[in-house]
């Protein structure tokens, strides 16, 4: 086996679109690390899945930040999670009052759920600077851009909100070689939503070359499944993170991939299937 890089941070997201929580260890099962996308909100007049993909909507989302009050296990239920609102103040998943606010901070009524029995779908703002086809039919437009709807999960296992598989994999190469091509650009890992970050020696696109390849991190195995295409989220304010088209104008620029049927779509790190679960931990090694 050859060690390509270490697991320099752990992160899952308890509600789908809102902000996550890094944390130092995880169960690791075919549903992924325990407790992500536990949860997601659901639009009630349309029934589809919210996300920031579409931010006139939902942009709002990236203000919301949950985390687990106990830490959840591998069967595929989670615990409460906390959410904490832009205020400041705290409300649980479990109180018979979380949709209500959750409407009234968004502006549009939702509900939260932990899963859906259909196949969910969900709305994205396709930009210029994606500078790619779209992978969904256009359904409208939002100024200048045109929207597009996708399935909210795509090859994940059934009742999930993975937009495509349990693991996505970011390397530190990929992120520095993205800064290097745009230097005034943020690359913070936040930016896209990985489960983990692999810190690595070369500062390239390296998991490109991991396609198809089996990984084995401590004794969860993976198999590296596809290039992760990237979205408006990429570019949107969250935290101390600004707006800025430039992130994903980039992508587009320096690694352009396939994904699927789709080709030229701008990339940043890897889906993986967990094919051995176990326990990740800060630190282990990654090798192929």
């Known amino acids: 086996m050859e060690t390509v890089g270490r697991v320099l941070e752990?992160?899952?997201?308890?509600?789908?679109?809102?902000?996550?929580?890094?944390?130092?260890?995880?169960?690791?099962?075919?549903?992924?690390?325990?407790?992500d996308r536990?949860?997601?909100?659901?639009?009630?007049?349309?029934?589809?899945?919210?996300?920031?993909?579409?931010?006139?909507?939902?942009?709002?989302?990236?203000?919301?930040?949950?985390?687990y009050d106990a830490e959840p296990t591998s069967d595929g239920t989670s615990p409460a999670a906390r959410i904490t609102l832009p205020d400041g103040s705290e409300l649980s998943t479990d109180d018979a009052d979380v949709d209500q606010r959750l409407s009234e901070v968004l502006g549009r009524k939702?509900?939260?759920?932990?899963?859906?029995?259909?196949?969910?779908?969900?709305?994205?703002?396709?930009?210029?600077?994606?500078?790619?086809?779209?992978?969904?039919?256009?359904?409208?437009s939002e100024g200048a851009d045109r929207l597009i709807e996708i399935p909210a999960s795509i090859g994940a296992p059934p009742g999930t909100f993975f937009d495509y598989s349990a693991i996505?994999?970011?390397?530190?190469?990929?992120?520095?070689?993205?800064?290097?091509?745009y230097p005034d650009g943020n690359f913070?890992?936040?930016?896209?939503?990985?489960?983990?970050?692999?810190?690595?020696?070369?500062?390239?696109?390296?998991e490109n070359a991991w396609?198809?390849?089996?990984?084995?991190?401590?004794?969860?195995?993976?198999?590296i499944l596809a290039s992760t295409p990237r979205c408006v989220m990429t570019t949107l304010p969250q935290?101390?993170?600004?707006?800025?088209?430039?992130?994903?104008?980039?992508?587009a620029s320096v690694n352009p991939q396939?994904?699927?049927?789709f080709e030229a779509q701008p990339c940043v790190g890897v889906y993986a299937e967990v094919l051995s679960g176990g326990t990740l931990r800060l630190g282990d090694s990654a090798a192929l």
């Open 10 to 35: 752990l992160w899952r997201y308890p509600v789908k679109s809102m902000l996550g929580e890094r944390i130092d260890a995880s169960q690791v099962s075919d549903r992924g690390l325990a407790g």
């Open 38 to 67: 536990g949860r997601a909100l659901v639009d009630a007049e349309t029934g589809k899945v919210v996300s920031a993909k579409r931010p006139r909507y939902w942009g709002g989302m990236l203000e919301l930040r949950a985390r």
């Open 110 to 140: 939702v509900s939260l759920v932990a899963r859906v029995d259909d196949v969910p779908i969900l709305e994205e703002v396709w930009i210029e600077e994606k500078n790619a086809d779209p992978y969904g039919p256009v359904v409208g």
């Open 168 to 181: 996505h994999i970011v390397t530190t190469g990929t992120l520095g070689r993205l800064a290097d091509a």
């Open 188 to 206: 913070d890992s936040r930016r896209f939503r990985p489960n983990l970050v692999l810190e690595v020696p070369e500062r390239e696109f390296v």
């Open 211 to 223: 396609i198809g390849r089996e990984m084995m991190i401590g004794k969860v195995r993976l198999e």
């Open 239 to 251: 935290g101390d993170l600004p707006k800025d088209r430039g992130i994903l104008r980039t992508a």
């Open 258 to 261: 396939p994904f699927g049927p």
